[in-house]
Structure formats: C-alpha cells, structure tokens
C-alpha cells in the first residue's frame, strides 16, 4: 500500500516522518491474519489441554513425587525473568539520558505488562487447586514466600502498566485527532484522557514519567529477587543459596535484553521500520547482552564451584546430577547457549549486526529457559534421603499449555501494534528537536573550559 | 498439654510393612495402579525407607519406617501461603484439605519428602468403599495430605476422657501403625512426660533422630541397630 493510501485514512497534514510508525495501525497484511490464525490455532490446542488438565487433575502431567515442580514452575521464572526486558531496561536507558532509547522504550515496556500474565497463569495452571487461588488473598501468611511473590508482582504488574500508559498518552492523542474512521476516533478518545498537549500536561508528564522511572526500578530487582526466595528460602540442596537473588535478577536482565532484541527485529522486518530501529540499536543492545551474558556466567561459575568444592554430600549429587548425570545434556546446552554463542556473536564487531544480535538473543532465551529448568529439577530429583531416582518426563499437556502461553503473549503483542504505534511517536521527535541540542550542551559541560 | 512423639526400634523392626498397610487402611489412602506407581505417584503416609550401605561384599541393608517427623521446627509450615499446614498446641503438624490450594511449596520444602499430593480423583475398588474409615475424611484431587499421627483417634480418646471426667492420659490413644506393629517395635507418647517410655528411649545412647542436622527438631526418634546385623 502507498503512502497516498494511507494519507486518506488520516485527517489533516501528517508529518511524513510519522507515517511509517502509523502504518502498521491504519493497514493489515494478509500475513499478519495468517499468523493470527496460527496462533490461535495452537492456543486453542493449549486450551484444550488445560481444561483436560483441570479435569483430570494434575497427574495428567509428568510431576511426580520427590518432583512436584516441572515446566510451568520453569516458566514461571521464565515468564517474570523476560519481564524485566521493558520497565527496567527502559526505565535505566531513561534515567542515564541514553539518547537511542527513544525508538526502542515503548517495545520494551509492552513485553513487561503482557508477560507478566503469562508469569502469573503458570503459577495458577500449577495449583492443584486453581479455584482456590483467592485465597492467598484471604487467607495469606506473609511467612511464606510464595505470599512475597504475590504481593511483588502484583505491585509490578500496576506500576508497569502506569509506566507504559504514561508515556503512551500523547500518541494516542495524535491518534485520536488525526484517525478519519469514527468508531477509531471514539476509542482512542477515551484512552487519550482529555490530553490536549498544553504546556501544563506535558509537564505534569514528563515528571510523572521520571518519578515512575525512579519508581520501577527497586520494584522490578525486588521482583525477581522474591521469585529467586521461593527456592533460595527452602533447605534443599542448592536451592538453599544466598546468591540467587542477584542470579535471578541478572538472569531476568539478560532473558529480558534478548527478548526485546527478538521482539525489535520483527517489528522492524514486519513493518518496515529499519528507519527507526538502526543496527546501531541491536548494537548497543547486543553489547548490553554481552556483558549480562559475562555476568550470568560469573554468578553460574560462583555457584557451582562453592557447591562443588564445599561438597556437601547433598549438593553434590545436585551437582553431578547436571555435570554429568540426567542433567547433563540441558545445562551444558545451557552453558553454549547463555555464554559460548553470544560470547562468539557478540563480541565481534563484524557479527554484532542486525541479524547477529537476533541470532544470539534466540540462542539466549532458549539457554535462559534451560537455566530455570537446570535449577528447579535436579534439586528435586535428588532429595537428602536416598529415594529411587528418576527422571521428570513432561506429557504433551505441559508442552500444550507451554506452547499456547508463548502464542497468546505474541498474538497479544502483535495485536498491541495494532492498535498503538509500537515506536514512540512523540520521544523520537523531542529527540531530533530537544534531544541533539540537550546532548551537545552535555558534552560541552564535561570538557574543560567555562560553559 | 502433651507433646505426642514416636520412637522406632530399628532392632525389633522387621520391615514387614504392616505399619504401611495399617495406616493406608485406617486413613482412606487410595489404592495405586502398577502404571501409577511406577511413576512414583504412591501416597503412603508410612513407609519403609531401604537403604544399602556399603559395597559388596561388605554390605548392609537398613529398613527405616518413616511417618510424618512432626517437626518442632517444621520447614513445611512456615512455607504454606494459606495457612493450611500448621502446627497444633500438642506439636502435631495438621494439614487442612479445604484451605489447600495444592501449590506443592511444603512438599519441597520437606527435607523428608513426606508430605503427598493427590494427583487424580481417589478412588477404591467397589468392595473396599464400604471399608472406608468414617471418622477420616477423604480427600479430593489436587491437595496434599500426610501422616496426622492418627490425630482422629486423639480426638475420639479426648472425647472418651471428658465423658469419663478425667484427664486425658497416655496411652489412651496410639496411631494404626503402633497398633499394628507385630514386633512392637513403635512407641508412641507423650515427649514432655519425662517418666514416659518415649521419653525414655528417646534418651537412650541408641536414640538419633533423621536429618536432625538441619535444625527441624523432629518428634520422631529412632534406635540404631546393634552390631550383630549384618
């Protein structure tokens, strides 16, 4: 479709520069309905096998005693891990005046408020009782840690939402008065909030954007700190661990950076933003992950050699249970995965390019997703007393409902950029408009000499 | 109030697993399938923990009963987001079925692995249903459950003492698995009684209790073995 097209579904001028960012909302290809239909197709299967889960109960699932945590504990942590992509990442990139944040924040803040969800859905679909779930609410013992958990995220799950809905305010004004289709017209109305874009808005704002900056930032470490607690609080055998808050935060970090670069690189190549999302972009962010990725190392390194040398009878069986044992084959593909192949693209100027980036990230979020798996079971398999040991064989129900969390998150994600521009309209013009001349006076003020 | 304790005889105990099956008959724990039980989905409030020891030909094989440790110090109960495990003024750790949300937090937290969940509907075999004891309740899928040291029956010889009018006094109520016991190698009593045969054996130089590095305090104690076995 050209842009004369697409000038007919807008009232008034446009800046041409704007176009692009509106293109996605103003016209739908035949390939995104195909992808919706796919989508929903395995969410459907996902269901299926929920209801059937509910039902039967959940010895439908391969969960059995000692292991009463499998895959949806895993994504549990995966899902809250990836959610530090956004609020964090976006919220530090604000704060330092990182100028190439602009095109980039508002994909990031959108992947914190749906997964989150998704976090939350795993944990319900593991209760044996999902019915029951209120009662945490009614009935909650601040003594446990799963309590923390619902306490943090809940906080979370609120301030991210303000935080991505902050900034989105001015857009959707500009949607509102430029969108010709009325029914359009009237549902952008009620979200733009009455904003008119007086000197007055715009600075109760712009302080309200920087305190929910500031405010984030404690709230998302705590998050994933809380979640490390579920496991670090117990007395099993390496779970038992004073530096999994940290390790799980860093972890969430680095999941989080791939997730956002993964989701960049689509929205680039999908709707043909490669105006607004530059290689320097998946650079720097690929230098991000690059240095999570040292990070992550360093904390797995510490880990398991304090395990290992203390040897403890009971942690080393944990320990050889994934260097050598059943675990083996996921924690070393683990290891390649988070460290050798991002250590391998990242660290080459030459291969940190577009596709480089999206290349590590994906190895990334399959790596990260081994490293909860590596953590929650073979601490399981192995308790103190020696039991029969097996192995933890998920049925095709845990990989459904697997397989349709993933689908909903992309399907809700790619229906957001339907609805709202993806790319913050009014932060990449203040940058060409404020941001250039705000910077240049920054570098000014660090060289010597009088200002 | 009493302090209700168990010590275990490993000398007397024979590993017959009468206990076992005493404590599946009087609590209404459902039966298993062999499919089932191979994919260890057993619940078993007792059951005999076999270990071997050493290598051959120098070994050792030991058979360890293991109810519910009813921990001072219970890892499981502080864990539980709802408040359906705690513990009672007479030490013993309850697990309430209808506050249960089956989040499996307490069963990993479990040093003992001892606490079960209910991974389908129960079910008894037609004939069996009308064997099922009506004063423990059965419990539906999706919760866990674990040894309550019989408190029903703690119950019904409270209840008997009140009518009589006096106080409630040791041996007036053992679990199933003391019960049963045929080389009555379970004891079962009151821990704070210090004239008391638990309280006693539970001093012997014999006495060592499971995991009790970990600081959970368990009330229930066990005698070594002697020598002679081999």
Redesign the interface.
Known sequence: MDEDKLDNLLVGDMEKEDVPILKPILYTSKKFYMLVFILVVIILIGVLAWIFQLR????ITG????I??GIYITNFVFFIGISHAGTLISAILRLARAEWRRAITRSAEVITVLVLFFGVFN?VT?????E??F??FT???L?????WD?VSIGIYLIASAIYLYLPLLPDIALMRDKIKNKTKRSFYKIFALNWRGTEKQWKILERAISIMAIVVIPIAVSVHTVVSY?FA????PMWHSTIFGPYFVTGAIFSGIAALILAMYFIRRSYHLEDYLKPIHFNNLGLLLLIMSLLWFYFTFTENLTAFYGADPAHLTVFWAKFTGGYAPYFWTMVTCCLIIPLIILSNRRTRTVTGTMIASVSVIIGMWLERFTIVLPT?IN??????R?MYHPTWIEFAVTAACFATFILLYILFTKFFPIISIWEVKEGKKIGVKETEERIKSYLPGKE | MPRWGMVIDLDKCTACQACVVACKAENNIPFSSPKEAGRRRIISWMSILSMMEGEYPNLRARFIPRPCMHCDNPPCVKVCPVGATYKNDEGLIAQVYTQCIGCRYCTNNCPYTLKYFNWFTPKWPKEMENYLNPDVSIRNKGVVEKCTFCHHRLQKAREKARVENRELKEGDYVPACVQTCPTEAIYFGDLDNSKSTVAQLARSPRAFRLLEELGTEPKVYYLSEGEWHG
């Open positions: 039967r109960g959940l010895g969960l059995n005693q000692p009463f945590w944990i593991d209760l044996g009782r999902p029951r779930m009662k945490v009935d909650g013992k003594s446990s840690p799963l309590l619902v579920v609080m117990t007395i099993q399981l308790p103190r007393l020696p039991y029969v097996g």
